[in-house]
């Protein structure tokens, strides 16, 4: 049997589980919905694992796999990949083996690959659209090199809520459902009163990390489909974003700070990594990529205690070692342009329209230099002024985001949602 004819029989066999799949959650529908979202994770896979494919060889399934993972480089073909993950167990253990994460291979796969850092050589280019009626904003993955697109590979999307003393901003992995009680709910982004001051919620802790606050009261669902289901769920925080007071406008453009907590300013040093990575799922990931859209994987239903801006942990203390810090993000400041007389940053062509939300943003902590000279197994020491997130406007409602190592999607999402906040203090 050719290799063609065997990924076309998979295809057709994923399709006539997934048909199956339909109907055990149309009969599970009435029963209520903490319990038909039981009877989906339990019932579901004893189908899938029921199949002809199940007993594949290992040795042919590898190569099978493997040859999919190099041919379906880019979206939206790329979701036959995620399709064998959701054949049976034994195929989806043996994508986690051959699919890498995007820190290495550069490729958003699955879902947890929005919370895993980006790759280390190149940017992610994305794009948001905002939509002003509905104070929403999506993320999308950028299929082609034009900046104007209309069409994307749907990623994330987020819902502006303004409240008495701040504005959240709620994170969801569907493009329609972004509620909290939503099973869809990742995080959210909440700022104080003025604007200048945003943090970053998690609903999954950085597992080594020590500069995260705990969780405060949570109200858990246990019907949640976790991303890793080792840890708890909670509102962890995970990053904190000032901007600095400009009242009068006389220190130019907009400045800003971010502090990421879970990740250690180690990460940038030769070899570093970023630690407590989440792992693939296990479950079927069939319906979270049908299509060309991200949709239900993570779920994570929780209340919020008020949280304050002076309980995240402030400068550490001299005797602390340099390499458990967590990292610091500055913007780059941009330079004055005589004659077009305005502040000017080089985004490389991916943002053409001139606005007070763009910005770049580098380490502002320098990366310890490697020992001797380079070699192959040992790379050159980082750019000390290598862009780790750019932002900027393109057009009505549409802007570019281009993230990398150490960022991961959801982090770079939500540090750029902060740049559209009002801030009658910073301009």
């Given at each position: 049997?050719?290799?063609?004819s065997?990924?076309?029989?998979?295809?057709?066999?994923?399709?006539?589980?997934?048909?199956?799949?339909?109907?055990?959650?149309?009969?599970?529908?009435?029963?209520?919905?903490?319990?038909?979202?039981?009877?989906?994770?339990?019932?579901?896979?004893?189908?899938?694992?029921?199949?002809?494919?199940?007993?594949?060889?290992?040795?042919?399934?590898?190569?099978v796999?493997?040859?999919?993972?190099?041919?379906?480089?880019?979206?939206?073909?790329?979701?036959h990949?995620?399709?064998?993950?959701?054949?049976?167990?034994?195929?989806?253990?043996?994508?986690?083996?051959?699919v890498?994460?995007?820190?290495?291979?550069?490729?958003?796969?699955?879902?947890?690959?929005?919370?895993?850092?980006?790759?280390?050589?190149?940017?992610?280019?994305c794009?948001?659209?905002r939509?002003?009626?509905?104070?929403?904003?999506?993320?999308?993955?950028?299929?082609s090199?034009a900046?104007?697109?209309?069409?994307?590979?749907?990623?994330?999307?987020?819902?502006?809520?303004?409240?008495?003393t701040c504005?959240?901003?709620?994170?969801?992995?569907?493009?329609?459902?972004?509620?909290?009680?939503?099973?869809?709910?990742?995080?959210?982004?909440?700022?104080?009163?003025?604007?200048?001051?945003?943090?970053?919620?998690?609903?999954?802790?950085?597992?080594?990390?020590?500069?995260?606050?705990?969780?405060?009261?949570t109200?858990?669902?246990?019907?949640?489909?976790?991303v890793?289901?080792?840890?708890?769920?909670?509102?962890?925080?995970?990053a904190?974003?000032?901007?600095?007071?400009n009242?009068?406008?006389?220190?130019?453009?907009?400045?800003?700070?971010?502090?990421?907590?879970?990740?250690?300013?180690?990460?940038?040093?030769?070899?570093?990594?970023?630690?407590?990575?989440?792992?693939?799922?296990?479950?079927?990931?069939?319906?979270?990529?049908r299509?060309?859209?991200?949709?239900?994987?993570?779920?994570?239903?929780?209340?919020f205690?008020?949280?304050?801006?002076s309980e995240?942990?402030?400068?550490?203390?001299e005797?602390?070692?340099?390499?458990?810090?967590?990292?610091?993000?500055?913007?780059?400041?941009?330079?004055?342009?005589?004659?077009l007389?305005?502040?000017?940053?080089?985004?490389?062509?991916?943002?053409?329209?001139?606005?007070?939300?763009?910005?770049?943003?580098?380490?502002?902590?320098?990366?310890?230099?490697?020992?001797?000279?380079?070699?192959?197994?040992?790379?050159?020491?980082?750019d000390?002024d290598?862009?780790?997130?750019?932002?900027?406007?393109?057009?009505?409602?549409?802007?570019?985001?281009?993230?990398?190592?150490?960022?991961?999607?959801?982090?770079?999402?939500?540090i750029?949602?902060?740049?559209?906040?009002?801030?009658?203090?910073c301009?």
């Amino acid at each position: 049997m050719s290799f063609r004819s065997i990924v076309r029989d998979v295809r057709d066999g994923i399709g006539s589980l997934s048909r199956r799949g339909f109907e055990v959650r149309l009969m599970g529908h009435h029963r209520g919905k903490s319990h038909g979202s039981l009877n989906d994770l339990h019932d579901q896979p004893l189908v899938v694992q029921n199949s002809r494919w199940a007993s594949l060889p290992p040795e042919l399934l590898y190569d099978v796999i493997r040859r999919l993972e190099e041919s379906e480089s880019t979206w939206p073909s790329r979701k036959h990949v995620v399709a064998c993950a959701s054949v049976c167990r034994s195929w989806r253990i043996m994508c986690k083996e051959i699919v890498r994460s995007p820190e290495i291979c550069g490729k958003l796969t699955f879902p947890v690959s929005l919370k895993q850092p980006g790759p280390r050589d190149n940017l992610v280019q994305c794009f948001i659209k905002r939509d002003k009626s509905n104070l929403t904003y999506h993320l999308y993955l950028c299929l082609s090199p034009a900046l104007l697109v209309e069409n994307g590979k749907f990623l994330l999307s987020a819902k502006r809520t303004r409240r008495t003393t701040c504005t959240e901003y709620v994170i969801s992995m569907d493009a329609d459902t972004i509620s909290r009680s939503s099973n869809t709910y990742i995080g959210k982004l909440r700022s104080n009163f003025l604007g200048t001051k945003f943090i970053v919620y998690d609903t999954q802790p950085a597992c080594t990390s020590e500069h995260i606050t705990p969780p405060g009261r949570t109200s858990r669902r246990f019907t949640s489909k976790k991303v890793s289901p080792k840890v708890p769920t909670g509102s962890y925080n995970i990053a904190q974003i000032t901007y600095e007071l400009n009242v009068l406008g006389t220190r130019g453009p907009r400045r800003m700070h971010c502090m990421m907590h879970s990740i250690p300013v180690s990460s940038l040093d030769v070899g570093g990594s970023v630690p407590g990575q989440p792992e693939l799922l296990p479950r079927c990931l069939e319906d979270s990529f049908r299509s060309i859209s991200f949709s239900k994987s993570l779920d994570h239903s929780v209340e919020f205690s008020s949280a304050r801006f002076s309980e995240i942990g402030g400068p550490q203390d001299e005797g602390e070692d340099s390499k458990s810090r967590p990292l610091v993000l500055k913007n780059k400041p941009p330079r004055w342009h005589e004659q077009l007389q305005c502040w000017c940053l080089n985004f490389r062509g991916r943002v053409t329209v001139a606005s007070v939300k763009n910005f770049q943003l580098i380490a502002a902590i320098q990366p310890a230099p490697s020992v001797g000279t380079p070699t192959p197994s040992q790379p050159a020491p980082p750019d000390l002024d290598k862009i780790i997130l750019q932002f900027g406007k393109v057009g009505k409602d549409m802007f570019t985001m281009d993230y990398r190592y150490p960022l991961s999607a959801f982090q770079a999402f939500a540090i750029c949602l902060s740049s559209f906040d009002t801030k009658l203090a910073c301009e």
